[in-house]
């Protein structure tokens, strides 16, 4: 199937820093990725979703200044997590799209697990 | 409101018996389901999905049976073996017309297959 790759797998960082994380289609490309955050024994949840070209869409309650997105090509999405607060460490995931089959399934990366001190 | 309901957040069955995960959806207007396996510290892998006009799909070892009318699926898998611990989380699409949609999860299901 379809390889989305994810890095870093881990970070750990203070209060008050940002943090990047990349999220890239590796043999495919992908118009549209997902951010999900799950947090211990919780679901994963959408945070928003990724255009490439165009403004991502937030899903409610998520902070879009706190959580930029930036989807500046065809195989590359990117998640920053502006001022980080410990409430922020959570395990952040990114998808896209199977290429071959319309919408039908997500193909994930390997998480990113945030820890904020 | 969770739209996605995964109840059971554990289920510990003998190996080579059968393991059946339930999941229970409220919204009508989902029209895929999709059920992945996820390990700690990584990524869901997608295991098998179905689509909301069939009933049964069958992929090996794994089989999801959709009941529409009870707003219900489940996840068989048999015989079960060690290598199915991990967490299994059901997922569901609503299709906009629009292009790619993200899913909604439930909470998952711990699977603990005991030798």
């Known amino acids: 199937g379809a390889v989305v790759s994810q890095h870093p797998s881990r970070v750990i960082c203070k209060s008050g820093t940002s943090v990047k994380i990349e999220c890239r289609s590796l043999?495919?490309?992908?118009?549209?990725m997902f951010w999900y955050r799950q947090f211990p024994k919780q679901s994963l949840m959408l945070m928003a979703t990724?255009?490439?070209?165009?403004?991502?869409?937030?899903e409610q309650g998520v902070e879009k200044d706190k959580f930029l997105i930036n989807h500046a090509s065809l195989t590359l999405s990117t998640l920053t997590v502006t001022s980080a607060h410990p409430e922020d460490s959570s395990f952040y995931i990114c998808?896209?799209?199977?290429?071959?089959?319309?919408?039908?399934?997500?193909?994930f990366g390997s998480g990113t697990q945030l820890s904020v001190l | 409101d969770q739209q996605v309901k995964q109840n059971s957040p554990s289920l510990s069955v003998q190996e080579g018996r059968i393991s059946i995960l339930n999941c229970d959806y409220t919204?009508?207007?989902?029209?895929?389901f999709l059920w992945y396996k996820k390990y700690p510290a990584e990524g869901p892998t997608f295991l098998i999905s179905?689509?909301?006009?069939?009933d049964k799909n069958e992929d090996g070892r794994f089989t999801v049976f959709l009941n529409k009318s009870a707003k219900h699926l489940s996840l068989h898998i048999v015989p079960s073996q060690p290598g199915d611990s991990a967490v299994y989380f059901c997922?569901?699409?609503?299709?906009?017309?629009?292009?790619?949609?993200?899913?909604?999860f439930g909470k998952g299901t711990h699977l603990i297959i005991q030798p």
């Open positions: 998808s896209a799209p199977d290429p071959g089959r319309t919408n039908e399934k997500l193909f």
């Open positions: 043999d495919f490309q992908a118009t549209t």
């Open positions: 990724s255009n490439e070209g165009s403004k991502a869409t937030y």
């Open positions: 919204n009508s207007m989902f029209d895929y």
């Open positions: 179905i689509s909301s006009i069939k």
């Open positions: 997922a569901a699409r609503m299709y906009s017309g629009g292009g790619a949609d993200g899913l909604t």
